[in-house]
């Protein structure tokens, strides 16, 4: 994003980490930046993307907390988003992304909203990123 400092290894380190939270810290703040800025505000497709992958750290980060209901909502949104944004955008690769959504997503069906992640030892695809100067 031409108009702000993007660096996807800031992003990669929390999410890497599985700091899911922190991501999407790190995510909103540029978000709204950019709705703020921008004359597309929200509709803007840096924006959009942005917030696409803030949802796939909410279910992670929600499911991980013993949300699964708010996992799941969030989960299908990401996916939806997302799939905009094949195969990647900015430099980050949405493949890797969708792919740990998938994953988690039939192991949310059927659960307690308040059950323990269903995924542990919790897994996720490392982000898979070109940084952008």
Do not use: K
Request: charged content about 25%; some cysteine.
């Amino acid at each position: 994003m031409d108009d702000m400092d993007l660096s996807w290894h800031e992003l990669a380190s929390c999410w890497d980490s599985h700091d899911f939270g922190a991501a999407h810290d790190w995510l909103g703040e540029r978000w709204n930046h950019l709705i703020q800025t921008r004359p597309g505000g929200h509709d803007d497709p840096d924006a959009r993307f942005l917030q696409g992958v803030a949802f796939a750290a909410l279910a992670f980060h929600f499911s991980r907390n013993r949300n699964q209901e708010g996992a799941r909502l969030l989960l299908d949104d990401a996916l939806e988003v997302l799939w905009d944004y094949l195969p990647s955008h900015r430099g980050l690769r949405v493949a890797p992304m969708m792919e740990s959504l998938r994953a988690l997503q039939p192991l949310l069906a059927g659960i307690a909203p308040d059950a323990p992640c269903p995924m542990e030892p919790f897994s996720c695809r490392p982000l898979v990123y070109e940084d952008t100067p």
